[in-house]
């Protein structure tokens, strides 16, 4: 069964950069990663951020409609293709392909409508049984 980690934002730190952070964090453990995002803006920022956010490392990534392969990619509209073993929600709402995946991180920036959102979706998955952790994340 797929788990689910909500990861809450407790400073002001941009959520593009932290979800940066934490997708090197997760590939260089060695997992896949489908990053789903809200639009294909949100799509554009964070692969432009992923080039340059630690100059002294490449991560490997790309858009989920380019024809290359990577262990890490990025879309916002339709379901992967292939599985993945690590899904990054930074869309408002649970995506209905999340159980393909054996992990769902559920980024959650500080506004209060996004924590609300966070809260729909934690009940979503909880109602369904699906194992939870919620992490309170200080700023870098």
Not at 60 to 86: L, M, N, W
């Amino acid at each position: 069964m797929t788990r689910v980690d909500f990861y809450q934002i407790e400073s002001d730190e941009d959520p593009m950069l932290f979800t940066c952070r934490l997708i090197d964090k997760v590939y260089r453990k060695g997992h896949q990663i489908y990053i789903h995002t809200q639009n294909e803006l949100d799509s554009s920022t964070l692969d432009d951020l992923l080039w340059t956010f630690r100059p002294e490392r490449f991560i490997p990534h790309c858009r989920y409609t380019d024809k290359f392969e990577a262990p890490i990619k990025i879309g916002c509209h339709s379901e992967p293709e292939e599985h993945q073993d690590v899904l990054v929600n930074m869309a408002n709402l649970v995506p209905d392909f999340f159980s393909r995946f054996e992990r769902v991180a559920e980024i959650v920036p500080r506004s209060e409508s996004s924590r609300d959102q966070a809260r729909t979706n934690f009940r979503f998955y909880q109602e369904r049984g699906y194992p939870l952790k919620y992490h309170k994340m200080p700023g870098q």
